[in-house]
Every structure is written in structure tokens, then in C-alpha cells.
């Protein structure tokens, strides 16, 4: 199993900054895949940015350039550094981790959300 608590959402103005932490625990090693999702009021959840085990990180055509994802050397912080906030990315943000599954397939594991409000 593993768990994710994301922290540090909040309010801030457009144009400036926040970091998401989301902090990982349980059975990390096995971990392949980090990501960050989010999800405004009245839309599907999106993507955001992801980080695999391997390989590059990957962002959103919207967040390219300002928002930035990264993990901590033990690999059990999750981080989302944005920066030049703007009122569209006013959503829930979810921390998603993904690793591979006895089946052959993967588990998914969500955290439980935190909101990002900006105001314009």
C-alpha cells in the first residue's frame, strides 16, 4: 500500500507563487510513476505534470514554463513549485502515484486533495 497527503494549497493572487508537498509513505520503492492531477469546479481532472521513477518529467501545454515538479532525494516528497499563478489554475490538486501490480497491470493511489484558489 501506499499513502499520499498532499499539503500547501491556499490563496494567493495572481501572479504569484505556491508549492504543493504531497508526502509519501508505505511501500515507495516499488513506486514507477508520481504525478500531480487537478480538477476545477465542473471539470474532468487533468493532468498536470508527472515524474516517472525514470525517464523526464512531463507537463501540461498550460503549466509548461511555471510550474515545476520534483521530488526529494529519498523520493518520499512529492513537490509542485508554481509560480505565476494565474486565476485558471484555481482547482483541487491531487498528488497520484502509480506502481506495477502482481496482475501485470497498476495500482493507483490518490491523495485526498488540496485547493489551490487565485485570485484576479
Known amino acids: 500500500q501506499v499513502q499520499l497527503v498532499e499539503s500547501g494549497g491556499g490563496l494567493v493572487e495572481a501572479g504569484g507563487s505556491l508549492r504543493l508537498s504531497c508526502a509519501v509513505s508505505g511501500n515507495i520503492i516499488s513506486i514507477t510513476y508520481m504525478g500531480w492531477y487537478r480538477q476545477a469546479v465542473g471539470k474532468q481532472r487533468e493532468l498536470v505534470a508527472t515524474?516517472?521513477?525514470?525517464?523526464?518529467?512531463n507537463y501540461a501545454d498550460s503549466v509548461k514554463g511555471r510550474f515545476t515538479i520534483s521530488t526529494n532525494n529519498a523520493k518520499n516528497t512529492l513537490y509542485l513549485q508554481m509560480n505565476s499563478l494565474k486565476s485558471e489554475d484555481t482547482a483541487v490538486y491531487y498528488c497520484?502515484?502509480?506502481?506495477?501490480?502482481?496482475?501485470?497491470?497498476?495500482?493507483?493511489?490518490w491523495g485526498q486533495g488540496t485547493q489551490v484558489t487565485v485570485s484576479s
Open positions: 497520484h502515484a502509480r506502481r506495477p501490480s502482481a496482475a501485470g497491470a497498476f495500482d493507483s493511489y
Open positions: 515524474i516517472p521513477s525514470r525517464g523526464t518529467t
